[in-house]
């Protein structure tokens, strides 16, 4: 049984940095087709994409969000962090991690790629 | 970046109804289109992959087509579980990187 779960602090301050971490079970980050990805939601508001990462370690990041964003992982651990520098009150939001499920098209010469499992997600807010 | 919009925004339909969404990407990107649910304070379900592929388990009254730039998400058959918000998602290969469209919130008139 695939499961995710996202742990991390329910409240910072601004200019404070946000560390996540997404603690994966039934599934291992070593496994070449899948990886991890977060992804949060304002309240009321769309989903956005942050970042993630895949078993060699290769990792994206949000062209918007990318100088804010550091993606990590452990595999020993079956874990995946995330922080976030310099919070601000705009970044208040549920954030989720999400399992990547990635696969090479040879006819296309491209990835497929969605998120096949998801985390109960963790509402984070940002005030002082 | 590629950028992905989605009409309508929001909907009314009853039980039963046929309830269509579109979704469109800036530029093609053939099939490499996602559809998810999302349920009053839960997380999203992916229920339709590359464009047209229904998730395994998910019902049958739903269905996704197009590709290059224009996408269509249909529910054939509106049920009062199918009360939710939809997004499409899109992963560009070169440069990696994920967007979502904005989302259409079904409702039940």
């Known amino acids: 049984q695939v499961t995710l779960k996202e742990s991390g602090p329910v409240l910072v301050k601004p200019t404070e940095t946000l560390t996540l971490t997404c603690t994966v079970s039934?599934?291992?980050?070593?496994?070449?087709?899948?990886?991890v990805s977060w992804i949060r939601q304002p309240p009321g508001k769309a989903l956005e994409w942050l970042a993630h990462?895949?078993?060699?370690?290769?990792?994206s990041y949000s062209t918007s969000l990318k100088s804010r964003l550091t993606i990590s992982k452990d595999t020993s651990k079956s874990q995946v962090v995330l922080t976030m520098t310099n919070m601000d009150p705009v970044d208040t939001a549920t954030y989720y991690c999400a399992r990547i499920l990635r696969y090479y098209d040879y006819i296309w010469g491209s990835y497929r790629f969605y998120f096949d499992y998801w985390g109960q997600g963790t509402l984070v807010t940002v005030s002082s | 970046d590629i950028q992905m919009t989605q009409s309508p925004s929001s909907l009314s339909a009853s039980v039963g109804d046929r309830v269509t969404i579109t979704c469109q990407a800036s530029q093609d990107i053939s099939n490499y289109l996602n559809w998810y649910q999302q349920k009053p304070g839960k997380a999203p379900k992916l229920l339709i992959y590359d464009a047209s592929n229904l998730e395994t388990g998910v019902p049958s009254r739903f269905s996704g087509s197009g590709s290059g730039t224009d996408f269509t998400f249909t529910i054939s058959s509106l049920q009062p579980e199918d009360i939710a918000t939809y997004y499409c998602q899109q992963y560009d290969n070169l440069p990696r990187l994920v967007t979502f469209g904005p989302g259409t919130k079904v409702d039940i008139k």
């Open positions: 990462i895949f078993s060699n370690d290769e990792k």
């Open positions: 039934g599934f291992s980050l070593s496994n070449a087709r899948m990886g």
